[in-house]
């Protein structure tokens, strides 16, 4: 694993940490012209390599689906001929990169067609938004739907939102997935450090749109801290991975 350029002193703490589970970004907007995200490819490749310097083995690429305004199929050409620019660029020692969708729930997500298709790759795993402004106990029974027929939900930057919602979420199967941004602070929130000690965290992120300097530097800065217990959250995003590899399979 790459830690050349790494923060000083967080290389061995990084290695000791990483020794079973891969470090993994599971939510970063990094396919040119995907979205919003990255304009492109030389800013991709600038995530790319940032990324390597830190010791990251693995991306997820989350380009914003909205259901009011994309179809399913145009969506995923569109991702995939973004991932097709990328592609011929990448190098051996970039982390791998995995297709995803950062997918903003409606009312009846679950009986949306090709709902499927916006899985992450070769998963039965689906990256899930809610509005900032809004919750409907409407979001809360789709989700409890979808957990019943074996989809694993996260729920993106579950830190930006009203925690009494997320609550909610939980209690219906939901997890949840963090951007690291609020674990870099000297005092976590109270239901944030709930949350990691629960087991309730499967993931983290970055959340990288366009070319940020630093993004990756505060990734790894969060996950050598000792006090946030990053290594339950690499098991349990584990574990979330391959049950979901296994539910493809049978």
Not at 70 to 87: C, D, E, M, P, W
Not at 96 to 112: F, Q, R
Not at 115 to 137: A, C, K, Q, V, W
Not at 218 to 223: L, T
Request: a positive charge; proline letters at 4%; one cysteine or more.
């Amino acid at each position: 694993m790459a830690t050349a350029g790494i923060l000083p002193g967080i290389a061995t703490k990084i290695m000791k940490t990483t020794t079973k589970f891969d470090i993994v970004d599971f939510h970063a907007h990094i396919l040119p012209g995907a979205d919003h995200g990255c304009i492109s490819v030389d800013d991709a490749l600038f995530q790319l390599n940032s990324a390597s310097a830190q010791g990251v083995s693995r991306i997820i690429a989350a380009p914003h689906f909205y259901p009011h305004k994309h179809h399913v199929s145009t969506f995923i050409s569109k991702r995939n001929s973004a991932y097709g620019q990328l592609r011929s660029h990448l190098t051996p020692d970039m982390p791998a990169i995995t297709l995803g969708a950062e997918v903003l729930i409606c009312d009846g997500i679950e009986e949306m067609p090709e709902l499927d298709s916006l899985f992450i790759e070769g998963t039965r795993t689906l990256l899930l938004e809610l509005p900032m402004n809004t919750f409907s106990y409407k979001y809360t029974e789709s989700v409890e739907q979808m957990t019943r027929a074996g989809i694993d939900v996260i729920i993106a930057h579950a830190d930006r939102y009203d925690p009494e919602n997320i609550h909610q979420l939980l209690e219906v199967g939901a997890r949840l997935q963090l951007n690291v941004s609020s674990l870099n602070c000297i005092f976590l929130k109270k239901h944030i450090r709930s949350w990691i000690s629960e087991g309730k965290v499967v993931a983290l992120g970055t959340d990288i749109h366009g070319r940020d300097k630093l993004a990756y530097k505060k990734f790894a800065r969060a996950i050598s801290r000792r006090s946030l217990n990053i290594s339950r959250i690499k098991t349990e995003s584990d574990k979330i991975w391959h049950r979901s590899k296994k539910s493809i399979n049978t």
